[in-house]
């Protein structure tokens, strides 16, 4: 790899010889040796230089995308400089290409992501170009999803809290960006619990080519002063081209957070040099005098004009110093060119954990004749057990703690037990809980949130799409996010539109994502404690319905039962037909299996426990026998998760059918209040027999 360009030192030695200026500290530059003023100065020719030369790559069909930084570089090194190397932590933005070279990212490193190569240190080749990454500074991969980087950054500021750590967390976006929710959410957490957290705008005007004054009702479209009402709030609106005041805001900034004060919010004035990337066309959109405007601030040419001007460079060696950056970024570009690009074998790797630990836990161990339990109360001892035995796991929400200990009791208790500290209330915020819980996962906690509803989950599912279950495919096993979701699901309470939601089928479609779907008491115990355990994120779907349910109810497994996610449960046995359930539906099958007996017929139910991964070796194992099969589910009939199911059987059982395979599920119709319109939508033990009578006949 070839090294570090020797610029800096010759310059340094070449002015010391001619006299041209003093080596010490220079007070008219904030205090800077000459040694820092110039490594400012080679930085910011470095991105700018790296910029032209995508530029042109991209031109010659040699690299695909690129998001240029030029007229950002004074306020990404001040900020990529100030940062405590492998203490603070940083979820920079698409633009921040200077950032990342002022935190200590190569422009080798550089080049292999932009150019998508095997060794893509940030990538491995799986993200586009400009999502910065680096797991020794503390940079977790980025997304394309603009703002959703900020509410992890809270949560990772939360966590650097609750560990002890002086830890400060860099998060920026441009202005367009901060019209996104979660931007809003972000600063009320941060600000509301004094967060060690640095928010830097970076205004150059442009969302693309929707002009500020199109996107915020600050005045004069100012994102400081929309941000008035946040207590505890530093807030900093500053000219984002001068490098010497950027530098000493950027100081500010982080000694204000690092001291406990609160978050701190640096609006930074900056030009925008090029069109907003390789696909777009600022002509378009902008006036020439505009753009000619913006170029009399370019912040490299204001820096180094200062810097001749007060003689601490000469022309000549200027000359010679931007010669050697080109010869630098050209030998990067080269090497990384020479790279193999990544293998097709490896694109389905690190969906999930491949540490093998899933596999090593030990399953089903336990000693008979408890106690009967109810699912909640199951729910509650798994989680005060896994609590005493794993410190780093935290629990929050809303209305987790006590005294209300969560709308249904499930974390009951736990508050009292482990402080406020470890289980605690979230906002009312779906997307900021599962935001702060992707940010303290990536700082190596166990957070297990809950969601009260599976109706109120959607403003969390970007986080969930989008972040949650990418962060270990987009960063090549780099991070992993292992954050366990509770959410309350399901109808047959009256609980109307809004209450009474099934969610199974959206989340299946989500690769990287475990889903549990117990039917009872002992089987729920076992794979929430094993979800606790895994590095994987899981969605723990709990029916409400079954919370208290007496055929839920079972003999509660102790402290050392595990169960494994993709083994089924066969319920009961039978040869004439194979019944594939889950949830509340395993017992409405059951009774409906039963009468059926009664009359001669032999129903196997199988109870599947886990959406993903599914058993599948059990299903076809029992279609196989049985000759005849019927998927039963609570969600809708059309694009239910049985319809995946019934695929599956008819794709790989076909020769052992005897009949179609059927699906039995609810209306495609939201579930109404009334009993007897909610009676009408969703299925029940009568209709499961009538619609197993049929295919028994068939």
């Given amino acids: 790899m070839p090294r570090n360009s020797k610029t800096e030192e010759a310059v340094l030695n070449k ?142 500021a939360l966590a650097a809290r609750k560990k002890g750590s002086d830890a400060v967390v860099y998060v920026s976006s441009g202005e367009g960006t901060t019209s996104e929710g979660e931007f809003h959410e972000a600063v009320n957490w941060a600000a509301r619990e004094k967060l060690p957290v640095v928010f830097v705008i970076q205004n150059n005007k442009y969302a693309i080519s929707v002009p500020v004054e199109s996107q915020n009702a600050g005045k004069g479209g100012s994102i400081v002063e929309l941000m008035k009402g946040y207590e505890n709030l530093h807030r900093q609106k500053v000219d984002g081209t001068d490098v010497m005041l950027m530098n000493a805001v950027a100081q500010s900034a982080f000694k204000y957070a690092r001291q406990g004060k609160g978050p701190a ?172 819980a992707i940010g303290m996962s990536l700082a190596g906690l166990k957070p297990c949130v809950e969601i009260q509803f599976g109706d109120y989950i959607w403003p969390a599912f970007m986080q969930m799409r989008d972040e949650l279950v990418m962060f270990r495919y987009r960063s090549n096993n780099l991070f992993e996010t292992p954050v366990v979701t509770r959410v309350a699901i399901g109808g047959y309470i009256r609980g109307g539109l809004y209450h009474s939601q099934n969610i199974e089928a959206f989340f299946s479609h989500m690769p990287g994502l475990l889903i549990a779907y117990p039917s009872n008491a002992a089987d729920a115990k076992g794979l929430l404690k094993t979800s606790l355990r895994l590095n994987d994120p899981v969605l723990f779907l709990e029916h409400k319905g079954l919370y208290r349910q007496s055929h839920a109810t079972v003999a509660e497994p102790d402290p050392d039962y595990l169960l494994p996610f993709g083994k089924a449960n066969v319920v009961t046995e039978g040869n004439d037909l194979t019944i594939v359930t889950y949830g509340a539906m395993v017992h409405e099958s059951n009774f409906a ?54 695929a599956k059987i008819a794709e790989n059982c076909f020769e052992s059918l005897d009949g179609p395979v059927k699906r039995t599920g609810a209306l495609d119709t939201p579930i109404a209040f009334h009993p007897v319109l909610e009676k009408e939508i969703l299925p029940d033990r009568d209709k499961i027999y009538t619609q197993l009578k049929t295919i028994l006949e068939y």
């Fill in 265 to 436: 919010l640096i609006e930074a004035q900056t030009v925008r040099l090029f069109s907003h990337s390789t696909s777009d066309d600022q002509n378009k959109y902008r006036t020439k005098e505009s753009i000619e405007e913006d170029k009399l601030k370019d912040p490299i040419n204001l820096f180094s004009k200062k810097l001749i001007d007060k003689g601490i460079l000469t022309e000549l060696a200027y000359d010679e110093f931007k010669k050697e950056i080109t010869n630098h970024v050209n030998d990067a570009a080269d090497w990384a060119l020479n790279h193999a690009d990544p293998d097709p074998k490896t694109v389905s790797m690190y969906v999930l954990d491949e540490s093998g630990k899933r596999d090593k836990l030990e399953y089903e161990k336990s000693k008979p004749n408890k106690k009967p339990v109810v699912m909640v109360d199951a729910i509650n001892h798994a989680l005060r057990e896994e609590m005493e035995r794993n410190d780093k796991i935290y629990i929050f929400g809303e209305d987790v703690a006590d005294n209300k200990g969560g709308v249904f009791t499930a974390t009951k208790g736990l508050s009292t037990q482990f402080g406020e500290e470890r289980v605690f209330n979230s906002p009312l915020a779906e997307a900021s809980i599962m935001g702060v």
């Fill in 593 to 646: 299996a039963k009468k059926l007996e009664q009359e001669g017929y032999s129903v196997e139910i199988i109870d599947i426990r886990t959406i993903n991964p599914l058993d599948e070796e059990t299903i076809y194992n029992s279609v196989k026998k049985t000759g005849k099969a019927i998927v039963i589910h609570e969600d809708t009939i059309t694009a239910g998760f049985g319809a995946e199911i019934a």
């Fill in 15 to 156: 002015d010391k010889k001619n006299g041209k200026a003093p080596t010490g500290k220079i007070d008219s530059f904030g205090g800077l040796t000459k040694k820092e003023l110039m490594n400012i100065l080679r930085l910011m020719h470095l991105s700018r230089e790296m910029d032209e030369k995508l530029f042109k790559m991209i031109k010659q069909g040699k690299a695909y995308f690129h998001l240029g930084a030029a007229g950002h570089e004074a306020t990404q090194i001040a900020f990529g400089l100030a940062m405590k190397g492998k203490t603070d932590w940083a979820y920079p933005y698409y633009r921040d290409m200077g950032f990342a070279l002022a935190l200590g990212i190569k422009a080798e490193e550089i080049f292999l992501h932009q150019l998508a190569k095997a060794d893509d240190p940030m990538t491995g080749g799986r993200q586009m170009a400009c999502h910065w990454a680096s797991k020794e500074l503390n940079v977790p991969t980025q997304s394309s999803p603009t703002g959703t980087q900020f509410l992890q950054a809270v949560g990772t």
